[in-house]
């Protein structure tokens, strides 16, 4: 097995900290190594298969990918560090903590976790949105998301885009189109304004962005997959007052 890129186990650099302000969302390669990504793709894929062959029909359209004809593939999968113990070491590395907390500050905790699955040729695309808009925190600055790449993240295959910038801006108002409560999403007058920017990620990088970022992806239009953890972090000062969506506090983990 290769080792993992070395990483630091203490804060971002001071260059990666202002970019990171500057601009809502930077980006840090070398997490993971490609075999720890494997590693954890595997586990992942086993939870889901068990997790899909439980799913009740009326939730099917909340995790499974409508854009497969052939087959039925996931879509999404919630809260992988409760449910994935290679997920849940991952979210309490030291030195994802250490960068996690160079931005929010000590005191963390996993507020909520996704996986995102793009299969090739199928993944659609994920509306713009700001997380701070469906967690609905007190403290817009208590929270990060630390979004893992576990297949390399490009333009081909529907790596995220971001607003630069956005984070100084307000949180706006999301609508959801009917029958998706679960896609809330930014309205196309306030889009219009707002040029987004790719950001391709390596296999293993992790891309961090603020709540209020706008933040979208691609359709995934390649031969290979685009799956992502996206880890979501908050620091103990932060609480939910507004949330969009009914999320599980009982599921929180704290981890530093
Ligand atoms: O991976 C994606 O396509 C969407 C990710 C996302 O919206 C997030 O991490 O907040």
Known sequence: MSSPTPSSTRALSPDLLA??????????????????????????????????????PGQRAWYVDGGVKAREVLRKL??????VPSVQ????????????????????SVYFSQVFFKP?????????????????????EGLVTAWIALDDATVENGCLYFGEGTHRGPV??????AGEPYNLQLRPDVLARQPMTPAPVPCGG????????????????????????????????????HPALPYDETLMLRVG
């Open 19 to 56: 970019l990171y302000h500057e601009r809502g969302h930077v980006t840090v390669p070398g997490l993971l190594s490609r075999d720890e990504a494997q590693t954890l793709i595997a586990d992942i894929h086993a939870w889901g298969e068990r997790f899909l062959a439980e799913l009740p």
């Open 78 to 83: 919630d809260n992988p560090h409760r449910h």
């Open 120 to 140: 090739p040729e199928g993944g659609g695309p994920k509306p713009a949105h700001q997380d701070n808009f469906y967690f609905g925190p007190n403290d817009l």
């Open 172 to 177: 706006y108002p999301h609508e959801a189109p």
């Open 89 to 108: 070491a991952l979210a309490a590395r030291p030195a994802l903590l250490g960068w996690v907390e160079s931005i929010i500050g000590p005191g963390l």
């Open 206 to 241: 992790v891309s961090f962005h603020h709540g209020g970022t706008f933040h979208q992806s691609g359709p995934n239009h390649s031969a290979h997959w685009r799956r992502a953890v996206a880890l979501h972090y908050v620091n103990d000062g932060t609480r939910f007052v």
